[in-house]
């Protein structure tokens, strides 16, 4: 099989306003701590260094460094007093050409798993169609929107790349599969934003019985709890095979 290696890689500009527009970048990192207990003897444990980043920067995340990178409101908190945010977990994705290459600037924005700015009007999108043509000397360098602006309570814009590097083999013929690795993406998760679980907002639970035939079953309504409202139910009021031996 001949073809030519390349890759698959995108830019994704996401603007997050949490809580409104005065936001800030929490990093969370997972750091070994050691410590000496009385007796004497040197112990191992986890602890977090947290870091809020103050001007723009542009960064790669390394699966060796675990951390938690977070988008935050810097007005906002929830019911325990937390700033509200949401984490981003980004595919990683790695650029291999040197620095000193006169083409790098046409897609400076693969150098960053992800970058962050200061919102600007002006800094609509991170490169334009032009750039292949004169990469040497490209219509939009995306380093320049990274020029030290502060972002502490500031309307930030996140730009995400993700990709891969599609090795071609049989399989790639006659469709390129989408299965095994070829896929790219993030995710934003709520981080301190929801002040519990969202799924204690679900509906009270829906009964089943397999025994009844189905041209017989009622119309799902919601349960009530067997011991009259309580949290628990009484295993005296349950029909089943735990009941009995419980």
């Given at each position: 099989?001949?073809?030519a ?23 969370d ?52 007093g ?46 334009m ?98 011991n ?19």
């Open positions: 099989m001949a073809s290696l390349h890759d698959h890689t995108m830019n994704w500009k996401v603007d997050l306003d949490i809580g409104g527009t005065s936001n800030q970048i929490e990093m990192y997972v750091v070994p701590w050691r410590f000496e207990d009385q007796a004497g003897r040197l112990w191992t444990t986890k602890r977090l260094n947290k870091m809020i980043a103050e001007t723009e920067f542009g960064m790669n995340m390394n699966p060796a460094t675990p951390m938690k990178f977070v988008v935050q409101s810097t007005e906002e908190t929830n019911s325990w937390t700033p509200r945010g949401y984490a981003l977990h980004a595919t990683p994705h790695h650029q291999v050409y040197p620095e000193d290459d006169p083409a790098l600037a046409s897609f400076a924005w693969t150098k960053y798993n992800v970058a962050v700015t200061k919102h600007s009007d002006q800094e609509w999108t991170s490169s169609e032009q750039d292949d043509i004169f990469p040497g000397a490209p219509a939009l360098d995306f380093d320049t929107y990274l020029d030290e602006e502060g972002i502490v309570g500031e309307d930030l814009v996140l730009w995400i790349t993700s990709g891969t590097y599609h090795i071609p083999h049989s399989e790639d013929v006659p469709v390129t599969p989408t299965t095994h690795g070829n896929r790219a993406g993030f995710t934003l998760i709520p981080f301190n934003y929801f002040d519990e679980n969202a799924a204690m907002d679900v509906s009270d639970l829906f009964g089943a019985d397999g025994n009844v035939p189905d041209e017989e079953k009622p119309l799902p309504k919601i349960m009530e709890w067997a009259g409202g309580g949290c628990v139910p009484s295993f005296d009021n349950i029909p089943s095979t735990f009941a009995a031996n419980a």
